[in-house]
């Protein structure tokens, strides 16, 4: 065989083992590959080598069975009450079955897209502009429920979808802020009202205590003065027995208490009386000049009438004494 035959042969032969050695093919993690054979699904290859058989075989597809994430863009909804808003979603779905994936749907995520989209619809539908401005948990999971069983035959699971913006329209937005600064400004009204409130609460009591404080002194005050008088005149008297009983220990004449007579009756004299009876009798006057002059010592408060009553008693008693000793 000439140089050249031998040389074509092993240029096939390299070529054709060139090509054998492609069609070994390497599925990585997370991934899995639809193999069709002759035109029709074949088998689904998981992590590993595999060979394509040539003019046979052939990879209709790479599937990833990570998590993904789509961001739809806004969509217009009308809510219950005839406000239209602009909402937009963010869905998050794997794939489950990827035979399912390729063959179930064309398009998938366009599908999936569109049923968001109507579902979202039905939803805000049914609700009124303030229900869907604060129902975002309930959107979600009816969302998600119906995008789930909706797409279970396309192979794909629906883990979690979420409202990401809530647009109304302008005037809208506008009565919204207004009603929001009117319900701070009504809020802001109502604490002030109910720190006055507290406040004169508080001085009130403040007030209440404070004369029951007072009340409470000017009674102790009081009670200890009228103990205080008491004791004074309780000193006093003992005082007064003490000397009687000192004048009549000492053995007193009757000079010495004629004496003492002229000055009680001088005492007398001395106050407010208008009138004044001198008994004929002063050394039968001893005794009493004693107990008036006591008597006006101890009680000095007595009213002006009070004592002329006394003085009057005393007298009247005196001039009986002296016409019973005349007659004698």
Known sequence: MPPTGIILIIAVVLIVLVYLATRFTIVTQANRFIVERLGGYYTTWDVGIHFLVPFIDRVKLKVSIKEQVVDFEPQPVITKDNVTMQIDTVVFFQITDPKLYTYGVNYPIKAIENITST????????????DSLTSRDYINEKMRTVLDDATDPWGIKINRVEVKNIIPPKDIREAMEKQMRAERE?????????GNKRSSILNAEGEKEARILRADGEKQTRILEAEGQAEAIISVQKATAQGIELIKNAGADEAFLRLEAYKAMEKVADGNATKLIVPSDMQGMVGLASTLSEAFKSAPTLPENAKEQLASKKASSTSKKASESSKK
């Open 119 to 130: 579902t979202l619809r039905n939803i805000i539908g049914d609700l009124e502009l303030d």
């Open 186 to 194: 009504k809020r802001q009204s109502i604490l002030i009202a109910e």
